[in-house]
């Protein structure tokens, strides 16, 4: 456990202990009618465990969970307006800490079962931070690729074009309107991982990337549900998985699997720009959930799909 989150732990802890025992209750909250003393237990409602862990009492009655509540509520906004949050500066940059990128490779590990181990002809959208042609992409990895392309999004005629296993090119307009038929049906794989809310009309777009699988060929997309505005140039949308599974059924893809990253917490801590030393083994273990069976989330980070182009399409 690192000093901020302990430190994190111990005010909270520190603060709640003193104010939610119900013998020294916060004057000031039963004065506002929050709640009546005598509907608050004497012994705390939260304590500290030896490892700075917080632990909240059992069988908590509406007032006393009305008490947390507010609080929680109250030291989540003190440390906002003291600037603790979103806490960018501790491990949001750092990469193995962001929280989005332990479901995105715990998908990728499920979306190679489905695939299967044969060579394949691999395009996946390239970094927005480089201009490097066949640039070694991040999830590409994951998969038998013999060819590794890169798609470049432009949005000026002048860089459409196909030029050293890259594709330069819009996803808001056709190929053929671009001069780029020959990537017609030409791959096996196709990975878009959270970047389709960068383009204009994304059902547009999702036909174009059909056109650009071959019959048989599977697609590999994510999208961000819950997130903060990344602009590039514009951001425009946000997909749940619901809608995700639509835009690709409407292309004519069929959607194979279908997943959720996270859970109302993670939301929670991704808008807080957490990172993964800020959850506990249990919470990371809920990183990835398919959609169906438990999945009755109210709100999660992404959505994930494997869709197939049908064979003879």
């Known amino acids: 456990?690192?000093?901020?989150?302990?430190?994190?732990?111990?005010?909270?802890?520190?603060?709640?202990?003193?104010?939610?025992?119900?013998?020294?209750?916060?004057?000031?909250?039963?004065?506002?009618?929050?709640?009546?003393?005598?509907?608050?237990?004497d012994s705390p409602l939260l304590t500290l465990g030896r490892d700075g862990t917080p632990n909240i009492a059992d069988n908590l009655n509406e007032d006393e969970?009305?008490?947390?509540?507010?609080?929680?509520?109250?030291?989540?906004?003190?440390?906002?307006?003291?600037?603790?949050?979103?806490?960018?500066?501790?491990?949001?940059a750092r990469k193995k800490g962001v929280l989005d990128r332990i479901p995105l490779e715990r998908f990728m590990d499920k979306a190679r079962e489905v695939i299967g181990d044969q060579k394949l002809r691999c395009l996946e959208w390239g970094p927005f931070f480089t201009r490097w042609p066949n640039v070694t992409q991040p999830y590409m990895k994951k998969f038998n690729c013999a060819e590794?392309?890169?798609?470049?999004?432009?949005?000026?005629?002048?860089?459409?074009?196909?030029?050293?296993?890259?594709?330069?090119?819009?996803?808001?307009?056709?190929?053929?309107a671009q001069g780029l038929s020959e990537v017609r049906s030409f791959f096996d794989l196709v990975i878009i991982p959270q970047t389709l809310q960068y383009v204009r009309d994304p059902l547009v777009s999702m036909s174009?990337?059909?056109?650009?699988?071959?019959?048989?060929?599977?697609?590999?997309?994510?999208?961000?549900?819950?997130?903060?505005?990344?602009?590039?140039?514009?951001?425009?949308?946000?997909?749940?998985?619901?809608?995700?599974?639509?835009?690709?059924?409407?292309?004519?893809?069929?959607?194979?699997?279908?997943?959720?990253?996270?859970?109302?917490?993670?939301?929670?801590?991704?808008?807080?720009?957490?990172?993964?030393?800020?959850?506990?083994?249990?919470s990371l273990a809920l990183a990835l959930v398919e959609r169906g069976g438990d999945y009755q989330h109210n709100s999660y980070m992404l959505s994930m799909q494997i869709a197939q182009r049908p064979l003879g399409q």
Not at 1 to 16: N, P
Not at 247 to 271: E, M, N, P, T
């Open 1 to 41: 456990m690192d000093s901020f989150t302990r430190l994190g732990q111990l005010l909270g802890a520190i603060v709640l202990c003193g104010a939610l025992h119900g013998a020294g209750a916060d004057r000031n909250l039963e004065l506002l009618g929050l709640w009546s003393p005598a509907t608050i237990r």
């Open 65 to 92: 969970v009305g008490v947390l509540q507010t609080q929680i509520v109250r030291i989540v906004e003190a440390a906002y307006r003291k600037k603790l949050f979103p806490m960018k500066t501790r491990n949001y």
């Open 148 to 176: 590794k392309w890169t798609f470049h999004h432009e949005t000026a005629d002048p860089h459409v074009k196909v030029w050293w296993k890259s594709v330069y090119g819009e996803l808001d307009r056709g190929l053929e």
């Open 208 to 282: 174009v990337l059909y056109d650009l699988v071959k019959p048989g060929g599977h697609i590999i997309f994510t999208s961000p549900f819950i997130q903060a505005v990344m602009p590039y140039p514009v951001d425009y949308y946000r997909f749940t998985a619901e809608g995700a599974e639509l835009a690709l059924q409407r292309a004519g893809f069929h959607v194979l699997k279908s997943y959720v990253a996270g859970d109302d917490f993670w939301s929670i801590c991704w808008i807080m720009h957490c990172g993964r030393s800020d959850l506990s083994e249990d």
